[in-house]
């Protein structure tokens, strides 16, 4: 099993910039891709961003140059750095990590969100 504790969401003015952070904990094979998606009210999650354990990354084409996504394999942590933020950027932010497990099954874990506010 494997767990995502999130955090660093909270309030922040528009323009202003957000770091939040996801640790994997548990028992696993390998850590796969692991990412960041986004659910706003009323709207379907979204992916924001993405990186593979080779470090590639791929992100939201509308989030490009605003947002950076890191992860250190050593900590077993994913980030996301968040710049000029919108208030069409409030939303509960979500780790996603995929990974492997010692019966080398290949398995999904979400994390528990972190509230992300940006006021105008």
């Known amino acids: 099993q494997v767990q995502l504790v999130e955090s660093g969401g909270g309030l922040v003015q528009a323009g202003g910039s957000l770091r939040l952070s996801c640790a994997a904990s548990?028992?696993?094979?390998?850590?796969?891709?692991m990412g960041w998606y986004r659910q706003a009210p009323g709207s379907q999650r979204e992916l924001v961003a993405t990186?593979?354990?080779?470090?590639?990354?791929n992100y939201a084409d509308s989030l490009k140059g605003r947002f950076s996504i890191s992860r250190d394999n050593a900590k077993n942590t994913v980030s996301l750095q968040m710049n000029s933020l919108k208030p069409e950027d409030t939303a509960v932010y979500y780790c996603n990590a995929n990974y492997r497990s010692y019966s080398l099954r290949n398995l999904e874990v979400w994390g528990q969100g972190t509230l992300v506010t940006v006021s105008s």
């Open positions: 990186v593979t354990s080779g470090g590639t990354t």
């Open positions: 548990g028992r696993f094979f390998s850590l796969g891709t």
